[in-house]
């Protein structure tokens, strides 16, 4: 025993300087590895969370938006293009500052809705996110939908009042319910297959364009354009003043071949990490 122990001593104390070196480089490697996998599994994580999110969001307004189609009708489509405009708004300037003006009770509900934040300074911030809050919780529609959102994924960045539902990264989900100028593998920009909602024979405007809604985050980079400069800008063009306006054309008619359309990109490349329905409802 007492010769193990000794020749145990000896084995031990003959680690030399550079086997110490080698030893606390492969830890060191070892650490930087782990710490680069945590990272990673992080931005999964928010990634996963804000598909979900958006996934939960891109359900509830297109069981909403499939309803609109069954309504459709022969000379109907303004009639129903505008409800649906009062019903799903994706702007302030879109929801009626007077109560007594919606044509429908969601409308009037919004209505009270936007009083209770239109004096403050922030109102028009990331107001196509607060309008899809608006609609998840005021319509009446979907009484179940807030049971399984965490409560960290709802929040109120602008601290105006109006709430919204945030990204993994803790941004706004943005909305546009019509975006034309959007490229996707479920909405082509061209006027080829015309609007779905539109069953007239032959359709009352065949330059009409199928006007599938756009939920999305900004993504990874969580570039948010100014919003002083646009409301929510995400990286792609949001609606000039007032737009769309009464008529046929100005409701389903869009220059797709033009800048400015409403879902094109910005310049730039903030919008090529976003994370929207249209990406997730095409895999
Ligand atoms: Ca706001
Ligand atoms: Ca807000
Ligand atoms: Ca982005």
New binding site residues.
């Given amino acids: 025993m007492h010769r193990f122990h000794r020749n145990h001593l000896t084995s031990t104390s003959g680690f030399t300087l550079i086997e110490l070196v080698v030893v606390m480089a492969i830890l060191s490697i070892l650490g930087a590895l782990t710490l680069a996998g945590l990272s990673g599994a992080a931005t999964k994580s928010k990634q996963e969370t804000t598909e979900f999110m958006i996934n939960r969001l891109n359900d509830a307004i297109m069981d909403w938006y499939e309803d609109y189609e069954d309504l459709a009708k022969p000379g109907g489509l303004v009639t129903l293009r505008r409800r649906m405009r009062e019903e799903m708004p994706d702007s302030w300037a879109e929801v009626f500052a007077n109560p007594a003006s919606p044509t429908t009770a969601t409308g009037r509900a919004y209505s009270r809705y936007r009083a209770s934040?239109s004096s403050h300074a922030?109102f028009e911030?990331?107001q196509s996110?607060?309008c899809l809050y608006m609609i998840i919780t005021r319509s009446g529609r979907f009484p179940d939908f807030l049971e399984d959102i965490r409560p960290e994924r709802i929040g109120?960045?602008?601290?105006?009042?109006?709430?919204?539902f945030w990204d993994g990264w803790g941004r706004?989900i943005a909305f546009f319910r019509w975006a034309p100028g959007f490229a996707s593998l479920v909405q082509p920009i061209t006027s080829a297959t015309g609007d779905p909602m539109d069953v007239d024979s032959p359709p009352a405007d065949l330059s009409a364009y199928p006007l599938l809604p756009l939920i999305y985050s900004p993504g990874p980079d969580e570039a948010m354009n100014d919003p002083l400069s646009g409301p929510d800008g995400y990286g792609l063009t949001t609606a000039a003043s007032g737009w769309p306006d009464s008529a046929l054309a100005s409701i389903c008619t869009f220059n797709a071949g033009g800048s400015g359309i409403v879902g094109s990109p910005k310049p730039g490349d903030a919008y090529l990490d976003n994370i929207t329905n249209h990406d997730l409802m095409a895999r």
């Fill in positions: 934040g922030n911030k990331y996110a607060e109120d960045i602008d601290a105006d009042g109006l709430k919204e706004p």
